[in-house]
């Protein structure tokens, strides 16, 4: 069980729930695959898989995720594949939305389904075509960022270049081939003239219900959660939030002309290690939460011995739980362990068959592994 004995409690948010180890899950991975591969997760047959891209995307590989042994290897038509996907255009993401249909995302924002019965290309969507009032509809099209399809409607999330957007997010019909820009940035982010330090603001945390179509999303230096109706584009809130707000103050700088001397680039990224902010964000169907992962600042001792920026830096963790009315109701310490969570990305954690899976850092690219967690109340 996790230990909290050195755990400083910031937010004032009871530690009700705590993580018991239950095994670990290997899995082995097709010939063709790789640890660093593209994946997603979702149904096969009745069961919670993960699925990942194999080498070059010639194929597919679906993984039980109760034992992680590999059901199902999907071929793609290579002729048409590359006839159809030129070179240049690199694939960012894999979303997988049902047995019969995968998504392929790619940096030029187009969205490539793939017909997962035939294992060829089903249709190609350029979302960078005409937006409602922006000639260049630019968005996020990767497996970090919010994203969302209903049939008929592709949510995705603005690309910010450094400064915000007057909306976050845009829905793209498939139909008509037009997008919608919508919903402001919360007021604590526009009440400040400056820039956020880095980018890592824009990994807006977030988990879509495929049942009801809503996508459940967050701020990461906000404790507030949102439901967002697809269909609809109704959002809705829960005022009702009693934890400790974040000091806001240490993730702004202010950007002078010219070029940002060494000494203030140092400070500026203290400033994101040594800060809370949120990434993930997940659903447990066991419990009816939700639960958002907290990276919690960085020790500067730990930060000083290595001021070069790592991808995966030591510190902790804790996932703040949220129920069906989107009100925290506590939080629980993740074990600590050399997991594959990023600094501020999306990581690979996610709910399944009633336990946390966290994802180690890969030893070797043939082998994907992952520690299991039941969660239990204090």
């Known amino acids: 069980m996790t230990s909290c004995s050195n755990f400083k409690n910031d937010l004032s948010i009871p530690l009700d729930y705590s993580f018991d180890f239950?095994?670990?899950?290997?899995?082995?991975?097709?010939?063709?695959?790789?640890?660093?591969?593209?994946y997603s997760y979702g149904k096969f047959q009745g069961?919670?898989?993960l699925i990942t891209n194999n080498h070059a995307f010639n194929s597919f590989s679906i993984y039980d995720l109760s034992n992680g042994n590999e059901i199902e290897v999907i071929n793609l038509d290579k002729d048409d594949?590359?006839?159809?996907?030129?070179?240049?255009?690199?694939?960012?993401?894999?979303?997988?939305?049902?047995?019969?249909?995968?998504?392929?995302?790619?940096?030029?924002?187009?969205?490539?389904?793939i017909n997962l019965q035939k294992g060829a290309i089903q249709d190609i969507y350029n979302l960078n075509g005409e937006s409602k009032g922006v000639n260049n509809n630019r968005v996020k099209i990767d497996n970090k960022y919010p994203f969302a399809f209903d049939g008929k409607y592709v949510l995705t999330t603005k690309i910010d270049d450094f400064y915000f957007q007057k909306k976050v997010f845009s829905v793209f019909d498939i139909e008509k081939k037009v997008s919608t820009d919508f919903f402001d940035f919360p007021k604590m982010y526009e009440d400040k003239d400056q820039y956020l330090t880095g980018s890592w603001y824009q990994y807006i945390n977030h988990y879509y219900d495929k049942k009801s179509g809503d996508l459940i999303f967050g701020f990461p230096i906000d404790h507030q959660l949102y439901r967002l109706n697809l269909a609809s584009l109704k959002?809705?809130?829960?005022?009702?939030?009693?934890?400790?707000?974040?000091h806001q103050g240490h993730y702004y700088y202010v950007e002078d002309e010219g070029t940002m001397s060494e000494e203030d680039f140092y400070q500026s990224l203290k400033n994101i290690y040594n800060q809370y902010h949120y990434t993930n964000l997940m659903y447990d169907e066991k419990n009816k939460f939700y639960l958002r992962l907290i990276k919690h600042p960085t020790k500067s001792h730990?930060?000083?011995?290595?001021?070069?920026?790592?991808?995966?830096r030591s510190s902790d963790h804790s996932l703040v739980i949220y129920n069906d009315l989107l009100e925290i109701i506590g939080q629980a310490l993740l074990p600590k362990h050399y997991f594959q969570i990023g600094l501020f990305e999306h990581s690979d954690i996610f709910f399944s068959n009633g336990l946390l899976y966290v994802r180690l850092v890969p030893l070797s690219d043939e082998k994907i592994i992952y520690y299991r967690y039941e969660i239990l109340k204090n």
């Open 302 to 312: 730990i930060y000083d011995q290595t001021p070069t920026p790592q991808k995966y």
């Open 235 to 246: 959002i809705e809130t829960n005022a009702n939030i009693h934890a400790k707000p974040f």
């Open 81 to 113: 594949y590359q006839s159809k996907i030129p070179r240049g255009n690199g694939i960012t993401g894999i979303y997988y939305h049902n047995e019969d249909s995968l998504f392929l995302m790619s940096y030029t924002y187009r969205l490539v389904l």
């Open 47 to 49: 069961q919670d898989i």
């Open 22 to 38: 239950y095994d670990s899950l290997v899995i082995d991975l097709n010939s063709e695959g790789y640890s660093s591969s593209q």
